[in-house]
């Protein structure tokens, strides 16, 4: 009897044993990837675009296909009929809302800008200083300028506020104006012009280099008419540049040095001038040296569009108005600026989705981000917005592996115009991952597996617990029971004596 109870005992003790620890664990998540890999021709992929109409997703050969990046520079390689004629060493138009480049010349060429550096001083004092602030008149704030460039004249210790400033750089090209704006800011004009360099960079401005404030004639400030184009654009994001730039004129109040009233007029004739008055005109700068000749930055907005044209080199101080105006036409009457519609898109992209789930259902993969990204704008030629146009989606680059655990796509979405141009607007961002990789990486259910397995040690110690308490209870029943059974064997010999 002895014997059988041991004998049940330890199967029970080996059935916990083995149940409680083992019925929850599995291989490690690679270990169950390779396993499953097993089944799968390593050598098999899977082409979302074999799933597919080729009529809607494969692009004909006679469409000329323009991605985002390109679109940027494209219409500069176009010939667009009735392009005006610009006279300047460099020149271009851009689109500020598609921050895209409409028409132009060399505009990655550094070149001397003239008093056009002012808009980058005038932007990093609207960045970095009060308009009320006030700035006291040192020596170095007027000193050093050639004596045929135009100034406010100041006087040691008078003091000016930033809005006076301002007013006399941008409408009359004062140059000690903006030097006193740099040295107030900086310390010195070199510590302004890291600044202004560095604030260029952050732009994206990728061809320039300033060694002056205010525009000094000096080979080494330089740049280009693309990256005056985005200082341009950032200068109007402030509604207070544009307020400044176009006002007829501005008036100095007496100083602590000076009694009198200054009157600044506007000097440039967008606004001085009925000829060239321009009803779109927001802002913008003029310049003009020896070296650097007539250049022009201004900006014009129309039906909510915004245009921002530059002209470098130009040989006369009256055509870059005219020509800057004819750039504007231009660019307002044979381009369109329209708002990408994701309704274009939601069929294409709940079709593809349904298409892509279905070919990966038979796989160990599902799809864990699946997100429409559009551009906001797109600019094209208006006759060619007038021929009409298809969403398009283009699959063919969708290869799936299943023996990754992890893969991305963007899927380009196109709109193709009826001319044969077609231009990618937007893309599908799509993640596929193996659920094992799922169950790795969510913290969760990493941490909810862990207590899974920490859970059935603790029931096994439990049950071994268990039977350890039932074995020691049954050993003393026993040996209680041989007791009882020996003291009634004796008793009975004792009797039969």
């Not at 010939?79 to 460099?90: I, Q």
């Not at 250049?295 to 080199?313: E, H, M, Q, S, Y």
């Not at 044979?334 to 349904?354: A, F, G, H, L, S």
């Not at 038979?362 to 146009?389: A, C, F, K, W």
């Amino acid at each position: 009897m002895r014997n059988l109870a041991t004998r049940i005992l330890t199967a029970l003790l080996a059935f916990v044993i083995v149940f409680g620890v083992f019925e929850n664990v599995k291989a490690d998540p690679e270990d169950e990837t390779t396993a499953s890999e097993e089944t799968i021709d390593s050598t098999d992929t899977t082409d979302i675009s074999d799933t597919t109409e080729t009529s809607e997703t494969q692009t004909d050969e006679d469409q000329h296909i323009i991605t985002q990046d390109e679109a940027k520079n494209a219409y500069l390689l176009e010939e667009v009929p009735e392009a005006p004629e610009v006279s300047g060493l460099s020149y271009v138009l851009y689109d500020v809302q598609a921050q895209t480049y409409l028409y132009g010349k060399d505009i990655d060429t550094p070149l001397e800008p003239a008093s056009t550096t002012k808009l980058m001083t005038v932007l990093l004092t609207l960045e970095n200083c009060d308009l009320d602030d006030v700035v006291t008149i040192t020596p170095t704030m007027y000193s050093g300028i050639p004596d045929d460039y135009v100034k406010l004249g100041m006087t040691e210790g008078e003091e000016f506020t930033v809005r006076d400033l301002v007013y006399a750089a941008l409408l009359k090209s004062c140059n000690d104006a903006s030097l006193a704006l740099a040295i107030h800011i900086s310390g010195s004009e070199e510590e302004f012009c890291n600044l202004m360099n560095e604030k260029a960079a952050e732009l994206g401005c990728t061809h320039t280099h300033f060694s002056s404030c205010y525009g000094l004639s000096d080979p080494n400030n330089t740049l280009s008419v693309s990256d005056m184009s985005k200082i341009m654009e950032k200068c109007i994001s402030y509604p207070v540049f544009s307020e400044i730039s176009t006002s007829p004129s501005y008036e100095i109040s007496s100083t602590n040095k000076y009694s009198d009233v200054r009157v600044i007029q506007n000097a440039n004739r967008f606004i001085s001038t009925q000829q060239y008055s321009y009803d779109y005109y927001i802002g913008g700068k003029t310049g003009f040296t020896e070296t650097a000749r007539n250049t022009i930055v201004a900006a014009a907005k129309k039906n909510d569009r915004i245009l921002i044209g530059v002209i470098f080199g130009a040989e006369d101080s009256e055509i870059r108005y005219s020509d800057l105006i004819k750039m504007f036409e231009f660019g307002f009457s044979k381009y369109t600026t329209v708002t990408i519609d994701e309704n274009d898109y939601t069929t294409i992209y709940d079709e593809t989705k349904v298409q892509i789930s279905k070919v990966i259902s038979e796989t160990d993969l599902e799809i864990t981000d699946y997100v429409l990204n559009v551009d906001q704008y797109h600019t094209t030629l208006t006759s060619r917005v007038l021929s009409g146009y298809t969403a398009v989606i283009e699959l063919s680059d969708v290869v799936i592996d299943p023996n990754l655990t992890y893969q991305t796509f963007d899927i380009p979405l196109y709109r193709r115009y009826n001319d044969g141009y077609t231009y990618v607007v937007g893309t599908i961002h799509l993640e596929i991952s193996s659920k094992e990789r799922l169950i790795e990486i969510t913290p969760e259910k990493s941490a909810s597996r862990n207590w899974g397995r920490f859970k059935n040690v603790i029931i096994t110690i439990l049950g071994i617990s268990v039977l350890a308490i039932i074995l020691i209870f049954a050993v003393f029943i026993f040996r209680r029971k041989n007791i009882q059974r020996r003291d009634r064997e004796f008793r009975n010999r004792n009797k039969m004596l």
